[in-house]
T-cell receptor
Framework: DADVTQTPRNRITKTGKRIMLECSQT?????MYWYRQDPGLGLQLIYY???????NKGEISDGYSVSRQAQAKFSLSLESAIPNQTALYFC??????????????FGPGTRLLVL | DQQVKQNSPSLSVQEGRISILNCDYT??????FLWYKKYPAEGPTFLIS?????DKNEDGRFTVFLNKSAKHLSLHIVPSQPGDSAVYFC???????????FGAGTQVVVTP
């Protein structure tokens, strides 16, 4: 079973619609992240959360919001989708409990197309 | 403003030979560097990392070299195998908080 799961895996929506992407993890990690990947740009950080009560904006948070419902769940919402939010979205988790430089573990991604 | 750059979008190498992937960065505050590997329809998976206090880290067929003065790191894969065909991302962070800056990736194709 996958440690980090994302639903849906693929989604087509129309401009102006509200959509939610969900991420769940069974790794027991405190930290969770949302990234988007665009062709030729690598991964860009949208939001991150170091625990349930901690939410922080990343590099490209405009047009997005998040909810950390529990340690294991971190959802990304597009309040009013626009075509330039068409991208591949990844959720990731990490555990920095020992203060060491950490590794992030990624989900399989959600491919979103906004028409 | 991309602080981590992978200037080669693709690399083709023969099976058994060495693959060398390059990554340059502009932020001298980066102190931790990672390589991730990504197969189609999957998320990136961690491959190898290096701290700025080292200049080399080796793990099996994979070795990462760091040249801080040149702000350059490279990943060597020896020998290359068909299963190494994937996109490789270089990433860097300025602290231990896990906020990573990613390069655009290099597509590696290992041919028989």
């Amino acid at each position: 079973d996958a440690d980090v799961t994302q639903t849906p895996r693929n989604r087509i929506t129309k401009t102006g619609k509200r959509i939610m992407l969900e991420c769940s993890q069974t790794k027991g990690h405190d930290r969770m992240y949302w990234y988007r990947q665009d062709p030729g740009l690598g991964l860009q950080l949208i939001y991150y959360s170091f625990d349930v009560k901690d939410i922080n904006k990343g590099e490209i948070s405009d047009g997005y919001s998040v909810s950390r419902q529990a340690q294991a769940k971190f959802s990304l919402s597009l309040e009013s989708a626009i075509p330039n939010q068409t991208a591949l979205y990844f959720c990731a988790t990490s555990d920095n409990a020992r203060g060491a430089q950490e590794t992030q573990y990624f989900g399989p991604g959600t491919r979103l197309l906004v028409l | 403003d991309q602080q981590v750059k992978q200037n080669s979008p693709s690399l083709s190498v023969q099976e058994g030979r060495i693959s060398i992937l390059n990554c340059d960065y502009t932020n001298s505050m980066f102190d931790y560097f990672l390589w991730y590997k990504k197969y189609p329809a999957e998320g990136p998976t961690f491959l190898i990392s290096i701290s700025s206090i080292k200049d080399k880290n080796e793990d099996g067929r994979f070795t990462v070299f760091l040249n801080k003065s040149a702000k350059h790191l490279s990943l060597h894969i020896v020998p290359s195998q068909p299963g190494d065909s994937a996109v490789y991302f270089c990433a860097a962070s300025t602290d231990s908080w896990g906020k990573l800056q990613f390069g655009a990736g290099t597509q590696v194709v290992v041919t028989p």
